[in-house]
C-alpha cells in the first residue's frame, strides 16, 4: 500500500491524507477532496478507451459518469506494477434500493438518459476487443452450451435455438446494423450496484469495465431480466417508463423482444452458483408459457 500511495503522489501531484480499500477500488482523500482509484485487468488500449467514454458523455452533457483526474504528464491512466489505473471524482452517497419502485424507477430515467447520450463515438477510438455488436447470437449460443450440459434445464435449448435463429433475421440484424451505424455503447452491467445515489437523490452510474460499442437495448434487457425475472407485465411497464425519457423504434423494440426471450435469469445464477442455486429462478412450465404470452405485448406495442 506504501509503495502504491508513493506512486499515485507522485504520478499525480497531490499530497494523500488516507488511502482506504473499499471493494475493488481505493477511494483516496485528499486536501483538494476525495478520488476513486480503479485498476483494471485488461489491455491498456481498453483502459484509454473506458476513460475516452467518460470524456465523451461529459462532453454531450451527461453529467453523472466518472470524471477522469488525469497525470500530471496529462494521461487519463497511470501503471503501477503492471496494473493500470484510473483515477476519477469519488461520489458520496450509497446504492439505490431497486426493490423500492421509486429507486427503480429512477434507474430507468438514468439509463434512458445515458442512452440519449451514448451514440455517436468515434468507433476508431475503440479497440477489436470492445466493438461487440454482432456478438448477440454468440452469447445466445453459450447460453444454449451450457444449459444443454444439465437435464433439468436441457429444455431451453430449443428456446435458445430460437432466440439465435430470430437474432439473425434481416429485420433484427437491420436493427443492430442501425445501432452500429449510430456509434452506441453501453454501460454492460447496468444495476444498481454499479450506481450511486447521492445525498439528492440522484443517480450516478460507475464501473464501466464491461462497457463496449454495442446495442442499447441489451442494457435495458439486462436490468429488466435482473429485476423483473420472469414478470413480463412488470417488464412492460419498465419499458413504457424508459420510454417517457427515450422513445424506442419499433426494430428496438423487437429486438429487445429477442433479448427477453433468452433464459438469461437461469445462466447467470448458474454461472454464480451452479446448478443448485439456478433452481430459484427456474420457472415452472405454466409461469414460462404465462412469460411468453404477455412479452407478445411487447412486439404487438411496435
Known amino acids: 500500500m506504501t509503495d502504491l500511495r508513493t506512486g499515485i503522489e507522485e504520478t499525480y501531484g497531490m499530497r494523500i491524507r488516507e488511502i482506504r480499500r473499499v471493494k475493488d477500488v481505493f477511494r483516496i482523500r485528499t486536501p483538494l477532496g476525495t478520488y476513486c482509484l480503479k485498476g483494471y485487468d485488461v489491455q491498456a488500449e481498453e483502459v484509454f478507451y473506458i476513460a475516452r467514454i467518460f470524456a465523451w458523455l461529459d462532453e454531450r452533457g451527461f453529467t453523472r459518469s466518472p470524471k477522469v483526474h488525469p497525470t500530471t504528464a496529462h494521461s487519463p491512466v497511470m501503471t503501477h506494477r503492471g496494473t493500470v489505473y484510473m483515477l476519477t471524482n469519488w461520489v458520496h452517497g450509497r446504492q439505490p434500493d431497486f426493490g423500492k419502485a421509486t429507486d427503480l424507477r429512477k434507474g430507468l430515467r438514468a439509463l434512458a438518459r445515458f442512452h440519449a447520450a451514448a451514440e455517436g463515438f468515434p468507433a476508431g477510438e475503440a479497440p477489436a476487443s470492445r466493438t461487440r455488436y454482432f456478438d448477440l447470437d454468440n452469447d445466445v449460443s453459450e447460453y444454449k452450451d451450457l444449459l444443454g450440459s444439465y437435464d433439468n434445464t436441457g429444455y431451453f435449448v430449443p428456446l435458445c435455438e430460437e432466440v439465435i435463429s430470430r437474432l439473425r433475421e434481416p429485420a433484427l440484424l437491420?436493427?443492430?446494423?442501425?445501432?452500429?451505424?449510430?456509434?452506441?455503447?453501453?454501460?454492460?452491467d447496468y444495476n444498481y450496484p454499479n450506481l450511486i445515489k447521492d445525498k439528492q437523490g440522484k443517480l450516478h452510474l460507475i464501473d464501466?469495465?464491461?462497457s463496449s460499442l454495442h446495442v442499447r437495448m441489451k442494457d435495458l434487457?439486462?436490468?429488466?431480466?435482473?429485476?423483473?425475472?420472469?414478470n413480463a407485465s412488470g417488464m412492460l411497464r419498465a419499458v413504457e417508463y424508459y420510454q417517457r425519457y427515450r422513445q424506442l423504434s419499433a426494430s428496438d423494440l423487437s429486438l429487445l423482444h429477442a433479448l427477453l426471450s433468452a433464459p438469461y435469469p437461469v445462466v447467470r445464477s448458474i454461472n454464480i452458483g451452479g446448478i443448485r442455486s439456478a433452481a430459484r429462478v427456474i420457472p415452472s412450465s405454466a409461469q414460462f408459457m404465462q412469460y411468453r404470452k404477455d412479452l407478445g405485448a411487447l412486439l404487438a406495442s411496435s
Not at 221 to 230: A, D, G, K, M, P
Request: negative net charge; glycine residues 4%; proline residues 0%.
Open 208 to 210: 464501466f469495465e464491461n
Open 174 to 188: 437491420a436493427a443492430i446494423t442501425a445501432e452500429q451505424q449510430a456509434s452506441a455503447f453501453i454501460h454492460g
Open 221 to 230: 434487457s439486462h436490468i429488466l431480466h435482473r429485476n423483473f425475472t420472469w
